[in-house]
């Protein structure tokens, strides 16, 4: 009992970053109909801005102290991470903007590929793993469960409650907001959304801001989490989190949420679980999205293929 | 009067095949004005090329007397042109309501709430279903919610893109009713139609566009009344 508790734990853990990354896969799909294959290229990058930032930008007695270092890193992650969106917008996908559907996905690989080259080549050290400090509470929280204990580390219990709260404010944002009701509208029909005055471009560079916003609190809570990032985690973590998109229902914000948690769970408790181990765990998260698709090809909460009239 | 718009000369051409060739025609302040012509004939494009939709190939477009054909379509609405598309082309997903705010996207003040107020006193059925999603509607009331979404931008010329498209007779002499009632409330109209009789019945002025140029124009009344418009548009020999 709480081994399994233990592991669901840690699958609601995973499943909180892939939330957080999917949610800026599924927007982006939602407003240009374009998979990003970049986008996990912006959290990499975000994780290592979150470093640099400790290490080189802020004062040694604030190093410490994380309640000032930790907003620290989320400051350099984010204006890192939402200037990177917002160029790869401009000068990567919006010459390309009516080009046919293939080009831009091209580009997104190679915009992928490039970042994750520079980064390997720049960055002092990072042709090999990198170290990211703490920089939250120490003590890890012990709860008591029937046949043993469970142990999270306050950063778990942080990354999924940022995860579920970040999903929950952004869904009322695009719910209720003005620029909410903008992206909903060019992602329905962008020729009507600029008869009703919306600027399609500035509404989608924002769109792109925000999933690199989203990708840089992902970043940072990874790093404080699991205290070390190489260059390839942008391409796992990216696969994972457009999985969860597309299980979810591209578009939708609540599918990508939870898209992304049945995915933690599904991988961690698969590869604990079922036959095979941990060495198994992505291949059952694939053949659930296999079935997922088979039987619901817009995914758990996307709309079906819309007809125009 | 003073030409609200002019349109000199327009050629807009898809790749190699021209969709309307050398238009021209004025729309006065305070105006209804129809563009009739059989289907194909270049009005709808002629709209979505005034909206900014479309980039014309030549020729010019004037609003209030200054030059919009090379704006974008949002700056345009800016202007002060609304256009209510072919197909009314709501935003299906979303709510009454949140159509109404998309037509007031880009007004900052604060008659937005009275506006809507208004457009639910004229159809009633959207004010009672304003939580309800806008593709659930019937064809006429899908019409109506078009109309409201279009003049909450508080226009100075609405243009209707075949306003009675899929409409029985009753809720397009009532779709009329409307345009007319806007009218007398100040907006200048444009009218895309084939209902060629209804629209010229309303209009003070109309142009025949045929195979993509402007054929014949003058009052409404006059049209309606002319041998060659009757025979083509109207169905008699």
């Known amino acids: ?309 | 009067m003073t030409a609200l718009l002019e349109v000199q000369n327009l050629t807009v051409a898809y790749g190699a095949i021209e969709a309307v060739r050398d238009v021209s025609f004025t729309v006065d302040e305070g105006q209804i004005v129809s563009l009739i012509g059989s289907n194909g004939a270049g009005k709808t494009t002629t709209l979505r090329t005034i909206s900014g939709l479309l980039r014309p190939k030549s020729g010019k477009i004037l609003f209030a007397g200054e030059s919009i054909d090379s704006l974008e379509a949002h700056v345009i609405l800016q202007r002060g042109i609304a256009h209510c598309p072919e197909g009314r082309r709501l935003f299906g997903r979303m709510t009454v309501e949140e159509n109404l705010q998309l037509g007031a996207y880009v007004r900052r003040d604060t008659g937005v709430e009275a506006d809507m107020n208004r457009v639910y006193e004229l159809f009633p059925v959207l004010g009672e279903r304003r939580h309800n999603k806008a593709g659930l509607f019937s064809g006429g009331e899908q019409q109506m919610l078009a109309i409201g979404r279009a003049m909450m931008s508080r226009p100075r010329l609405l243009m209707l893109d075949e306003p009675s498209m899929g409409l029985s007779p009753i809720m397009t002499q009532r779709i009329f009713d409307t345009i007319r009632e806007l009218q007398s409330q100040g907006t200048t109209i444009l009218l895309v139609e084939q209902n060629a009789l209804a629209a010229l019945a309303l209009s003070d002025h109309g142009y025949v566009i045929d195979l993509g140029r402007t054929s014949l124009d003058g009052p409404g009344h006059e049209l309606l009344a002319d041998e060659r418009v009757r025979a083509a548009y109207l169905g008699e020999n």
């Open chain 1, 1 to 309: 009992m709480a081994t399994l508790l233990q592991q669901l734990a840690s699958g609601l853990v995973l499943g909180a970053l892939i939330a957080l990354i999917a949610l800026g896969y599924t927007m982006v799909y939602g407003i240009i109909q374009l998979i990003n294959f970049a986008h996990g290229e912006v959290f990499m990058v975000s994780i290592f801005a979150a470093a640099a930032t400790y290490k080189w930008f802020i004062p040694e007695s604030w190093e410490n102290t994380w309640q000032i270092a930790l907003p620290c890193m989320l400051v350099g992650a984010v204006l890192v991470a939402v200037v990177l969106a917002v160029l790869m917008e401009r000068f990567a996908y919006r010459p390309l903007r009516n080009a046919p559907r293939l080009a831009p996905l091209i580009t997104a690989l190679g915009v992928s590929q490039m970042l994750k080259e520079i980064v390997r080549l720049n960055y002092p050290d990072a042709k090999s793993a990198i170290n990211v400090p703490r920089a939250f509470i120490d003590e890890p929280i012990i709860i008591t469960v029937p046949g043993g204990t469970v142990v999270l580390q306050a950063t778990s219990v942080l990354l999924i409650a940022v995860s579920i709260v970040g999903a929950v404010i952004l869904q009322l944002y695009v719910s209720r907001s003005r620029m909410g009701r903008a992206m909903r509208a060019t992602a329905q029909d962008p020729d009507t959304a600029k008869l009703m005055g919306v600027n399609p471009n500035r509404t989608i560079v924002f769109t792109f801001a925000l999933g690199g916003l989203l990708a840089a609190v992902a970043g940072v809570l990874y790093g404080i989490h699991l205290n070390t990032v190489d260059t390839e985690v942008g391409f796992l973590y990216g696969i994972f989190a457009f999985t969860a998109a597309v299980l979810g229902g591209v578009g939708s914000i609540k599918g990508a949420v939870i898209g992304g948690f049945i995915i933690g769970v599904v991988k961690t408790l698969g590869g604990q679980l079922l036959p095979g181990g941990t060495g198994y765990d992505v291949v059952w998260v694939f053949i659930l999205l296999i079935l997922v698709l088979v039987f619901r090809p817009q995914g758990l909460f996307g709309e079906p293929e819309r007809v125009r009239a």
